[in-house]
């Protein structure tokens, strides 16, 4: 029998401690019960305070979204244009400029040619003057060279008569003298 109650008294112990272990759960649920309806509360209160201010929000909001859809369908023919005139512009100004880099090609190749016929000329005309310069040279130094030898060839003989011997000079000299005096 001494068994048989030490396992009574067992099985009583575990059956108090499943219902204090119960009694402990149910305790703590309440808890969490009353947290869970505190929590409700306040979140309700948050959602009534949250909608009232999104209907504020609505309800200021409303005017300007009309307001900019009235301003949006007056504005955006406008815009539709100007886009359109802005095209035609950009398109004009990639013709004329299509045209001035072509009328550009044009002006800087005959410039080329002209720069081409310009150096040919000039060209033509230091050679000519290359040339005249060397003619007029000639022409001009060897006169000069046989005139500068005729008056070396004359120092030469004034030279050889004033260095002649005097004798030779006054018998030769001496009666032209009397002839001119």
Not at 108 to 137: C, F, K, N, P, W
């Amino acid at each position: 029998m001494n068994i048989k109650m030490d396992n009574e008294a067992i099985l009583l112990a575990f059956v108090a401690l499943t219902a204090l272990a119960i009694f402990l759960q149910a305790l703590i649920l309440f808890a969490i019960f009353l947290s869970v309806r505190k929590l409700a509360r306040t979140l309700q209160q948050d959602s009534e305070e949250l909608r009232a201010s999104a209907q504020e929000l609505r309800s200021a909001a409303l005017p300007m979204i009309d307001n900019a859809r009235e301003v949006f369908s007056r504005v955006a023919p406008k815009v539709e244009l100007i886009a359109g005139d802005l095209s035609e512009v950009i398109y004009g100004m990639r013709v004329q400029s299509a045209d001035m880099q072509s009328s550009a090609k044009e002006l800087l190749e005959q410039v080329r040619i002209q720069s081409l016929r310009v150096d040919a000329m000039l060209t033509q005309a230091l050679d000519a003057a290359d040339r005249a310069g060397v003619y007029v040279a000639h022409a001009v130094v060897k006169p000069v060279r046989q005139i500068s030898a005729v008056v070396a060839s004359v120092r030469a003989v004034v030279e050889a008569l004033r260095s002649s011997s005097p004798a030779h000079r006054r018998a030769g000299t001496g009666g032209d003298r009397e002839r001119l005096g």
